[in-house]
């Protein structure tokens, strides 16, 4: 998590030194702080997206986000809610490390696990 507040920039997920993706959590953006799509002040989950750029000062790449949801689920659309799936999460229920990241998404009974590995 080292990096991930104030104007780190870190990305926070799972990857490898020169891996092809880099799969992590994103937050809904609140500006600047958020371009490597995850801020540590943050409690509330978007979706996971598998490219991330860390250490920027510039959101980029164009990711397809997607988030894991469990029972019945209708999407409301609009322009004041435009992520009607987000779950707030807490940070214990985070755990980040060398090429792992999990958390509980307590809304939809769901535990996400993503892991990385060397490129052959």
Same mark, same amino acid.
């Given at each position: 998590?080292?990096g991930? /507040?104030?104007?780190?920039?870190?990305?926070? +997920?799972?990857? $490898? #030194?020169?891996?092809?993706v880099?799969?992590?959590?994103?937050?809904?953006?609140?500006?600047?702080?958020?371009?490597?799509?995850?801020?540590?002040?943050?409690?509330?989950?978007?979706?996971?997206?598998?490219?991330?750029?860390?250490?920027?000062?510039?959101?980029?790449?164009? /990711?397809?986000?997607?988030?894991?949801?469990? +029972?019945?689920? $209708? #999407?409301?659309?609009?322009?004041?809610?435009?992520?009607?799936?987000?779950?707030?999460?807490?940070?214990?229920?985070?755990?980040?490390?060398?090429?792992?990241?999990?958390?509980?998404?307590?809304?939809?009974?769901?535990?996400?696990e993503?892991?990385?590995?060397?490129?052959?």
């Open positions: 998590m080292i991930s /507040d104030y104007h780190g920039h870190v990305f926070v +997920g799972a990857s $490898t #030194p020169f891996g092809a880099q799969l992590g959590p994103n937050n809904p953006t609140q500006g600047w702080d958020w371009c490597s799509g995850y801020h540590f002040s943050d409690s509330l989950l978007i979706g996971f997206t598998h490219m991330h750029l860390g250490g920027t000062g510039i959101g980029d790449l164009g /990711d397809v986000l997607f988030m894991p949801l469990s +029972g019945d689920y $209708t #999407p409301v659309f609009t322009e004041e809610k435009p992520y009607d799936w987000q779950a707030k999460y807490s940070h214990a229920d985070e755990v980040a490390e060398a090429g792992y990241y999990s958390v509980n998404i307590a809304k939809y009974k769901v535990k996400t993503f892991t990385a590995t060397d490129r052959i």
